[in-house]
């Protein structure tokens, strides 16, 4: 075999070069000359217009494969037609024609004239930019979508208003005639499908009447029993369904066939967990739009944004009931408590009547007999002092405690505090002192309830701090700035600029252990189990201290260092208690006589008073009482109730002087 010159070589390399070139590059390549015969292409044209290479070898004229390509269903006619008239009239301008092909092939046919005549033409396939632009306005439609939906599922907690948000956003957005959803209920066998909501559109009204509507209505209202229809399928599948015509179907329930029900989408809505937790059902005439991917995956999304609002609004309905629940429990345990410390109250006042009385008449009594009644009485008035602890708290947390407010000296409270727990804290050897900003007198207070307050800071300074050791009482105008340097027992909000009467108890005792603080201002608690066999208490001092500056509109906070001591603070707001207290003073001078009136009208009664008359229904009260009138020289009359001290008002032994 004779081998090629190398002017042959060169010749056949020189010919092969635009045929390699043109396989080199992404787009497929035709190349016509002036009479639109196909002279060279690559195997891209091959691949896309899906042609017989050996054919196009043959070189045939461009009409000709459109005609092929419109044969074989490729092109349509109107694209064939585009193409030979842009290969006719193109003279030197670039021209670009978009193609669709019917295999979903996207291409921009780019047409551009040659030097010689002929025609350069370019396919330029699109197709995965089409598509992602295709999936990238899907999504875009999907979120828009769902975002909307969203949107309006958050503006309520509540179970039936979301429901109509959602279905009638999904009855405009889909074109429904109607649409249903429903809320499964119950457990197992016993479960069922209630009625969450329902919405028939004007398009179904204009199309049946009123009177189909009204009958449509009545028939969504009603509730689906376990295995009944197509909706209990949806429910155990988990999987959506599509029906035709509803009325025909054999697993439709009787009562809900009619003919203006035909094509339904039945889509479940699954919770977090993906137990189906109801089930919605749209009525469309173009049924095949509900099924079609995009607007099926849309719709299962929207259930499942639908699902998280039912479960949000199930368990807010779940912890209102809770709420209600603990509620009436707090409400019922706060008037058990005040009603058995009424009832505990009332013969422990007989005991300490007449324990008192056997103190005052120890004729009779040795020594030890006398010390016996007096650790009764000690005994009974620290029993008394815990049960009125008991009693307060719980009057405050029933809301039966009014402030009766008035123009009160701080530092005169102050001071009296003082000296009432003088006595405890000599017994330890504690060091009292009062700081008061002498500026600060007159302020507008429950004088008893503040009272009660500073008594309680003080008492468990002094129970908690250590022999020798010091207690301080202090009071000041204060700001909200300074509030919020403090361990607060709440977050409620704090205006920086609003004055206080901050009234604050500072120890060097135990102090408190930081993550035990949070234990603070909670009832019948304390910090300690063993401070609670050490100190003697019920833990209600702090909690009722709290409640108590909460209703004089304030709050309370502290700092507090282990083994250093500690600081309570009660703040009280000076400007809200200066308005009210104005107008309760007021009110309250207005409707009582001067002092000098009463002080001569009480002198009078006491001069004209030989005999008293005592209305109690308690037999130990009843003798307790006439006992003590009676040492003190008084006559006394005894009434068990109202009825018979009305008839006694007549008797001759009760005269119109001997009345108060």
Same mark, same amino acid.
């Given at each position: 075999?004779?081998?090629?010159?190398?002017?042959?070589?060169?010749? @056949?390399?020189?010919?092969? *070069?635009?045929?390699?070139?043109?396989?080199?590059?992404?787009?497929?390549?035709?190349?016509?000359?002036?009479?639109?015969?196909? +002279?060279?292409?690559?195997?891209?044209?091959?691949?896309?217009?899906?042609?017989?290479?050996?054919?196009?070898?043959?070189?045939?004229?461009?009409?000709?494969?459109?005609?092929?390509? &419109?044969?074989?269903?490729?092109?349509?006619?109107?694209?064939?037609?585009?193409?030979?008239?842009?290969?006719?009239?193109?003279?030197?301008?670039?021209?670009?024609?978009?193609?669709?092909?019917?295999?979903?092939?996207?291409?921009?046919? @780019?047409? !551009?004239?040659?030097?010689?005549?002929?025609?350069?033409?370019?396919?330029?396939?699109?197709?995965?930019?089409?598509?992602?632009?295709?999936?990238?306005?899907?999504? +875009?439609?999907?979120? !828009?979508?769902?975002?909307?939906?969203?949107?309006?599922?958050? !503006? $309520?907690?509540?179970?039936?208003?979301?429901?109509?948000?959602?279905?009638?956003?999904?009855?405009?957005?889909?074109?429904?005639?109607?649409?249903?959803?429903? &809320?499964?209920?119950?457990?197992?066998?016993?479960?069922?499908?209630?009625?969450?909501?329902?919405?028939?559109?004007?398009?179904?009204?204009?199309?049946?009447?009123?009177?189909?509507?009204? %009958?449509?209505?009545?028939?969504?209202?009603?509730?689906?029993?376990?295995?009944?229809?197509?909706?209990?399928?949806?429910?155990?599948?988990?999987?959506?369904?599509?029906?035709?015509?509803?009325?025909?179907?054999?697993?439709?329930?009787?009562?809900?066939?009619?003919?203006?029900?035909?094509?339904?989408?039945?889509?479940?809505?699954?919770? /977090?967990?993906?137990?189906?937790?109801?089930?919605?059902?749209?009525?469309?005439?173009?049924?095949?739009?509900?099924?079609?991917?995009?607007? *099926?995956?849309?719709?299962?999304?929207?259930?499942?944004?639908?699902?998280?609002?039912?479960?949000?609004?199930?368990?807010?309905?779940?912890?209102?009931?809770?709420?209600?629940?603990?509620?009436?429990? $707090?409400?019922?345990?706060?008037?058990?408590?005040?009603?058995?410390?009424?009832?505990?109250?009332?013969?422990?006042?007989?005991?300490?009547?007449?324990?008192?009385?056997?103190?005052? =008449?120890?004729?009779?009594?040795?020594?030890?007999?006398?010390?016996?009644?007096?650790?009764?009485?000690?005994?009974?008035?620290?029993?008394?002092?815990?049960?009125?602890?008991?009693?307060?708290?719980?009057?405050?947390?029933?809301?039966?405690?009014?402030?009766?407010?008035?123009?009160?000296?701080?530092?005169?409270?102050?001071?009296?505090?003082?000296?009432?727990?003088?006595?405890?804290?000599?017994?330890?050897?504690?060091?009292?002192?009062?700081?008061?900003? @002498?500026?600060?007198?007159?302020?507008?207070?429950?004088?008893?309830?503040?009272?009660?307050?500073?008594?309680?800071?003080?008492?468990?300074?002094?129970?908690?701090?250590?022999?020798?050791?010091?207690?301080?009482?202090?009071?000041?105008?204060? @700001?909200?700035?300074?509030?919020? *340097?403090?361990?607060?027992?709440?977050?409620?909000?704090?205006?920086? $600029? !609003?004055?206080?009467?901050?009234? /604050? &108890? %500072?120890?060097?005792?135990?102090?408190?252990?930081?993550?035990?603080?949070?234990?603070?201002?909670?009832?019948?608690?304390?910090?300690?189990?063993?401070?609670?066999?050490?100190?003697?208490?019920?833990?209600?001092?702090?909690?009722?201290?709290?409640?108590?500056?909460?209703?004089?509109?304030?709050?309370?906070?502290? &700092?507090?260092?282990?083994?250093?001591?500690?600081?309570?603070?009660?703040?009280?707001?000076?400007?809200?208690?200066?308005?009210?207290?104005?107008?309760? %003073?007021?009110?309250?001078?207005?409707?009582?006589?001067?002092?000098?009136?009463? %002080?001569?009208?009480?002198?009078?009664?006491?001069? /004209? =008073?030989?005999?008293?008359?005592?209305?109690?229904? =308690?037999?130990?009260?009843?003798?307790?009482?006439?006992?003590?009138?009676?040492?003190?020289?008084?006559?006394?009359?005894?009434?068990?109730?109202?009825?018979?001290?009305?008839?006694?008002?007549?008797?001759?032994?009760?005269? /119109?002087?001997?009345?108060?």
């Amino acid at each position: 075999m004779n081998s090629a010159s190398p002017l042959e070589q060169n010749l @056949y390399s020189f010919q092969e *070069q635009p045929a390699l070139i043109l396989e080199k590059v992404d787009d497929a390549i035709a190349l016509l000359d002036a009479e639109q015969h196909l +002279v060279l292409f690559n195997q891209k044209l091959v691949r896309i217009l899906h042609l017989e290479s050996v054919w196009l070898k043959q070189s045939p004229r461009f009409s000709e494969i459109l005609a092929f390509l &419109v044969e074989q269903n490729t092109w349509s006619s109107e694209q064939r037609d585009r193409a030979l008239q842009a290969c006719e009239h193109t003279s030197g301008e670039n021209q670009v024609i978009q193609i669709n092909q019917n295999d979903q092939i996207y291409l921009d046919l @780019y047409i !551009t004239s040659t030097s010689t005549g002929g025609k350069l033409l370019i396919f330029r396939d699109l197709t995965a930019q089409r598509r992602a632009q295709h999936d990238l306005a899907d999504e +875009v439609r999907r979120l !828009t979508f769902l975002l909307g939906l969203t949107e309006r599922l958050q !503006t $309520s907690d509540n179970l039936i208003q979301i429901g109509r948000f959602a279905l009638t956003y999904l009855v405009k957005a889909m074109g429904a005639a109607f649409g249903d959803v429903k &809320v499964i209920g119950g457990k197992g066998s016993d479960r069922s499908a209630g009625k969450l909501t329902n919405l028939i559109s004007g398009q179904f009204i204009a199309t049946h009447g009123e009177s189909v509507a009204e %009958t449509m209505q009545q028939r969504l209202d009603q509730g689906v029993a376990y295995g009944q229809g197509i909706l209990w399928q949806v429910v155990e599948t988990g999987q959506p369904c599509f029906v035709e015509d509803y009325a025909t179907h054999p697993n439709a329930v009787k009562e809900f066939r009619h003919p203006a029900i035909g094509q339904l989408g039945i889509f479940p809505i699954p919770s /977090a967990d993906g137990t189906i937790i109801g089930v919605l059902t749209l009525e469309s005439r173009s049924l095949q739009k509900l099924q079609e991917a995009p607007q *099926q995956d849309m719709l299962l999304a929207a259930c499942r944004t639908l699902g998280a609002a039912i479960e949000r609004a199930q368990s807010q309905e779940r912890l209102q009931r809770i709420n209600q629940d603990l509620e009436l429990a $707090s409400r019922l345990k706060s008037e058990f408590l005040a009603s058995m410390s009424h009832e505990l109250r009332t013969p422990l006042n007989s005991i300490l009547g007449f324990s008192e009385l056997l103190l005052r =008449q120890r004729e009779g009594l040795n020594s030890r007999k006398v010390g016996h009644v007096s650790l009764i009485h000690k005994s009974g008035q620290h029993l008394l002092h815990l049960i009125n602890d008991i009693l307060d708290l719980s009057k405050v947390e029933a809301g039966k405690v009014d402030l009766e407010l008035n123009t009160v000296s701080i530092q005169a409270l102050c001071r009296q505090c003082l000296q009432m727990i003088q006595p405890r804290a000599e017994r330890k050897r504690l060091a009292l002192s009062l700081e008061l900003d @002498y500026q600060l007198d007159q302020v507008v207070i429950d004088e008893r309830r503040v009272r009660q307050i500073v008594i309680n800071l003080l008492s468990n300074a002094v129970k908690f701090t250590p022999e020798k050791g010091k207690v301080k009482l202090s009071v000041q105008v204060a @700001y909200g700035n300074q509030l919020l *340097q403090d361990t607060r027992p709440d977050e409620s909000p704090v205006n920086l $600029s !609003t004055p206080y009467l901050c009234i /604050a &108890v %500072t120890d060097t005792g135990i102090g408190i252990e930081a993550e035990k603080k949070h234990l603070l201002f909670r009832p019948f608690q304390q910090i300690d189990a063993s401070l609670t066999r050490r100190h003697e208490g019920t833990g209600l001092g702090l909690a009722l201290t709290k409640r108590l500056a909460e209703l004089h509109g304030g709050t309370v906070s502290f &700092v507090s260092q282990l083994g250093e001591g500690s600081t309570f603070r009660v703040w009280l707001p000076l400007n809200e208690l200066r308005e009210t207290g104005r107008s309760i %003073t007021a009110s309250v001078a207005a409707g009582s006589p001067s002092p000098d009136q009463s %002080t001569s009208s009480q002198a009078q009664d006491r001069v /004209a =008073q030989p005999c008293v008359l005592v209305v109690e229904d =308690q037999p130990y009260n009843q003798s307790l009482i006439a006992e003590i009138l009676e040492m003190e020289g008084y006559a006394v009359n005894i009434i068990a109730d109202g009825q018979t001290m009305l008839e006694t008002l007549g008797s001759p032994l009760v005269t /119109a002087r001997s009345l108060p």
